[in-house]
């Protein structure tokens, strides 16, 4: 009875780690000791090129406790980040990460706390296909939106192939992009999130071009001809959002490191924008509107013009000194008849 207690007690799985750091592979271990390897003789069979036939062997020592020896190999192993040679051995405690060959194991003993149990994933699901209905939404919205974008910029009376191109091939790659990354997600994730990735795409692209719709409009409405600069920012910005978005679905261990690696190509992009118009009478976006909405959306007082013409006044003086300075000198065409 005391040495069935006792083997109950060494009870262990080896869970074989994909890219993700999730288990592929879980191993039930209760006999000892558990050679790994890539012969069939082994308790846990490993396809795995850089490994020997018998790689590791795991033991259960009476008074250590677990341990892992490592066996005659070329390639030998890791035990976290200690290097393990042929013929070294260490103890493995409740749990630790292994390396032998390019394979990621993690051990864990029947004494190791689990994590809590999680609900069951009805409710994320439900989420899921509740997500997945506003697709069709976003892209009726969006089409609606270079619909309209073509309609303004075309004449009374077009022919419907005028507004094709403009809608359909902006569709076509937007649903290639989201194509794109689920293909990466299937690399890392082995799933295909495809509808996940449009719908963010979705959001994305819908997001900027209401935002590149409204903000002439406000600055307009309100004469606030500075909130362009918003809409010179707001593209870069939102690019560099949705990437990450994507990114973070495809490694969601490594938000912060890839938000921290996004957010430094944007900071320079906008810095490398900034000095290449540094002689610009703009940095970011230009404090005009090259077309105005009708005047129906204006909501302030117009200013009189006798207004623009007092705030150019102060350059009268300067314009006067410059033309004296013009008269003072030749002009081009006496200098080329001399």
Known sequence: MEQEERQQQRIAVIEVLGRDGHPR?????????????????????????????????????????????????????????????????????????????????????????????????????????????????????????????????????SPWIEYSGAVLLPLIVILGWSAVWALVTQVFQHRFPFVTHLRRALIGVTGLHLVALVLPLLAYAFSLPRLMVLDALAFPCGVAALLWWHASLVWPRARRGLALAVGACLLTLLVLTVARRQEQQHWLGPAYLSSLPPPAFRLVEPKPAQALLDALRPLEAELARQADKDNDNPSAEMAGED
């Open 25 to 157: 592979l879980v191993q039930r271990i209760s006999e000892w000791p558990a050679r790994i390897g890539r012969a069939p003789r082994c308790e846990v069979v490993l396809d795995d090129g850089h490994l020997a036939a018998e790689h590791a062997c795991l033991h259960w020592d009476e008074a250590g406790g677990p341990r892992v020896e490592m066996l005659n190999s070329l390639n030998g192993g890791w035990h976290g980040e200690a290097r393990l040679q042929a013929g070294q051995s260490v103890e493995l405690g409740d749990s630790a990460l292994l390396q032998l060959g390019t394979t990621h194991l993690r051990w864990r003993r029947d004494s190791a706390s689990l994590a809590p149990e999680l609900p069951m994933q009805q409710h994320q699901q439900r989420a899921a296909k509740v997500a997945a209905a506003w697709v069709p939404g976003l892209v009726l919205l969006w089409l609606g939106l270079l619909w309209f974008d073509q309609w303004s910029a075309l004449n009374p009376g």
